[in-house]
């Protein structure tokens, strides 16, 4: 070959390298989190008649946003992305209802909010009432150098918000093309014990904050039990225990909550559970047949009791909006023992009196669950109780509606979930195989991890580790789940420990309630893009 035919394939081969360089360079990896924009790719703003053509967009496709939840659908479309640049604002109807969730992202990316017409380089945000995307889910689209996104109601919307904060996070842009989303579950929650330890009105809120960044959007708080109450009572000031939340501190995290679409659902746990109200109304204890007080059983055969509990449910309610309320009915001690007609023939002989010659104990409890639900019905909330609290057979019947929150298989009287389902009970799941975070992990509880839920758990695993048959484990019978950290061992981890604790694994639960299809991501791959804690 002669010198001259060499130099000529030389000269090609750097003219192609060259070339290659400076397309890797503006268009980064497809399909990886390393794809970048240079900001020597910054869109000159058109004119307000929109006369300035946009750039052309390069040759390669940019990386599926990541974030967890993982979006659903991800349709990649050729161009440079999105990332925050000075000038850039998120645009919205300033006196409409997405103002408060332009005023978060625009405070989150360091950007300007505005009304009017979105400029090149600008989010905009915008409720589209006939779109096709259920209450939650959203639409955003990225390109020309600007994000929409939108949504037939606020919640998705601002579940749109999050998918551009977390992309903009974990990959510094967010590529052109469409994002489709929504959720799978419609109750999507964490569940936290703040009777038996406490917690700070500023931890609550981080955890509220990070729930909103995961797309949950419920909040049980347990304040009620054995060892604490924890909310200030006006009507019954005497049970509240030190250290507990003010009023004000409950509507702050309850405004805070709502400005992240997340409703907080109070639980007052009864007729068990109920020590520290005891302690102060002793005479409503129960004894046992040897004259021994169960701890933490009111006595529900006398009317007092039920009219304290009906108190403090009814002063609650201007501080909980929210539609779901947790009544409890789990763990009555009288029903945990071997005979409890025996035990406690107190009760037995109220509700013979009551409900006839084959009522038992179970009856009257039922009917105890049944009276508070009747009370929060009239303030126009959903009761929920747990599973344990809804017993076979019996002469007194749940009344409805009801949700059923199913945590346990292994208490005295719980029944399989095909029972529920048979009765055409709607559940929500919270497997305590799986989604328990029980401190000190006592009675052989182990602190789940994020990583087993990821790979083993769906909202259809609702007993042990089995998932119920599938003409049960429809969103239409099983509303969702939630993520509980109880505190039985309360000095077993510090409250930072807790947070650390659950932060995987709350996030593995957020991704399979949202889309409980096998995951895309590796684990690893995934816990890396848990957004870090607040």
Partial sequence: MGRKWRWTLVVTAAVIAVGLV?????????????????????????????????????????????TVPAVRDWKAQRGTGWKPQPGARVVTDRKGPLADEADLLAEELELDTAGGKPRAGDVELRLTPKAKTGAEGYRLRTADGRVRITGAKQAGVFYGTRTLLQAVRNQELIADGEVRDRPDRPQRGFLLDIARKDYSADWIESRIKEMGDLKLNQLQLHFSDDQAYRIASDSHPEIVSDPHLTKKQVRHLVDVAASRHIEV??????????????????????????????????????????????DLLREIDDLFPSKQWHLGGDEYPPLLSDDPESSYPGLASVARDRYGDGAKIQDLATAWINHRADTVRKLKRMPQVWNDGMHAGGVVKPNRPRTVNYWT????????????????WKIVNLNDEFLYYVLGEPNDFTYPTGERIYREWTPAVVR???????????????????????????????????????????????????????PRLSWKEFSEAVPEQQ
């Fill in 22 to 66: 400076t397309t890797l360079a503006v268009n980064g990896l497809p399909g990886t989190g390393s794809s970048r924009t240079s900001s020597d790719n910054t869109q000159s703003e058109p004119s307000d008649a929109g006369s300035t053509p946009p750039p052309a967009g390069p040759e390669r496709t940019g990386p599926e946003p990541r």
């Fill in 265 to 310: 659902v109070p639980e007052i746990d009864s007729p068990g559970h109920l020590g520290t109200v005891i302690d102060e109304h002793p005479d409503l204890a129960v004894r046992s047949a040897s004259g021994e007080v169960a701890r933490g059983a009111i006595d529900i055969g006398k009317p007092k009791a039920g009219k304290l509990v009906d």
């Fill in 409 to 424: 298989g292994k208490e005295m009287g719980a029944r399989e979930p095909a029972d529920y389902f048979k009765e055409k």
């Fill in 464 to 518: 042990h580790d089995k998932a119920v048959p599938d003409r049960w484990a429809g969103r239409d019978r099983i509303l969702g789940a939630r993520f509980a950290v109880w505190g039985d061992i309360s000095n077993a981890q510090t409250t930072q420990q807790v947070a650390d604790g659950i932060r995987l694994p709350l996030a593995a639960t957020a991704q399979k309630v949202w889309d409980p299809r096998e």
